[in-house]
């Protein structure tokens, strides 16, 4: 069952939260009345449409199109997601999975925090910034390993290839290929987006670098800048509303 909050409505699309509750089981069989983007705000699960599943994370989102049949699974529960209504048309351009570059994220989460008067223009940032990224592969395997980075962040290459029966060269290439990152970079964002989660609630960095595992504030400030190009205090004061 998926609870519905509309944020807000634009001529360009339509932005909804969705929240949803745990559960390993696959949700019951479920037509797409329209299309959709759908960006993972928190959490992690699998998304099954016309029978072929595939992880989605605050990385890598989807693309629904009218008339998919599509099933949901919450391994971990209370995931976050924004569902964002757009046409046939502009579906049409993206590909099934939605890379979520570091630019996009931070076009996310400006229009989540945004006053409602400056929406609709954040609305078309954001889908610009996801439209050259939105051919993302799926890989069963690579989708175990983004799992369990999400469950421990710090879990090394040897113990990642072990739990998938590859060899630690052939994982570091294979997710380059898929996802377009390292593994290390992938790492990394995970943790990046962990913090700007929290910025905007604590104005105690040292603290929010620790609770999502860099080693010091410094750590997480170059980190942070990697990312997005700005420090963790200017996105804070930029994300302060609220996300």
């Known amino acids: 069952m998926l609870e519905h909050r509309v944020l807000l409505e634009s001529p360009l699309a339509r932005v909804a939260a969705v929240r949803c509750p745990g559960g390993h089981a696959w949700s019951p069989e479920e037509q797409v009345d329209g299309a959709a ?6 959490g992690v699960f699998l998304r099954r449409a016309d029978g072929r599943a595939a992880l989605a994370d605050v990385t890598t989102g989807y693309r629904q199109r009218r008339g998919e049949a599509q099933q949901i699974s919450h391994p971990g529960g ?12 502009l579906a049409d351009r993206f590909g099934p999975f939605v890379r979520v ?3 996009a994220d931070l076009a996310h989460r400006r229009l989540l ?3 409602p008067a400056d929406r609709a223009d954040l609305v078309a940032d954001l889908i610009a910034a996801l439209l050259p990224a939105s051919s993302a592969a799926a890989h069963p395997a690579i ?3 983004r799992a369990l980075l999400h469950l421990d962040p710090s879990r090394d290459l040897g113990a990642l290839a072990a739990a998938v029966g590859w060899s630690p060269w052939y994982l570091s290439r294979t997710f380059h290929r898929v996802t377009g990152c390292t593994l290390n970079s992938y790492r990394r964002r995970l ?13 105690d960095l040292a603290g929010v670098a620790v609770r999502v595992g860099f080693a010091d504030q410094a750590h997480m400030t170059r980190a942070v800048r990697a990312e997005t190009g700005r420090t963790p205090a200017a996105l804070r004061r930029d994300l302060d509303q609220g996300i």
Request: net charge negative.
């Open 143 to 145: 989708d175990d390993v």
């Open 78 to 89: 209370g995931d976050v997601c924004t569902s964002i209504h757009i046409s046939d048309e």
């Open 113 to 115: 925090a945004a006053a």
């Open 191 to 203: 943790r990046v987006r962990t913090a700007l989660d929290e910025l905007p609630h604590s104005s």
């Open 101 to 103: 570059s570091p630019i």
């Open 37 to 42: 983007l759908v960006l993972i705000r928190r």
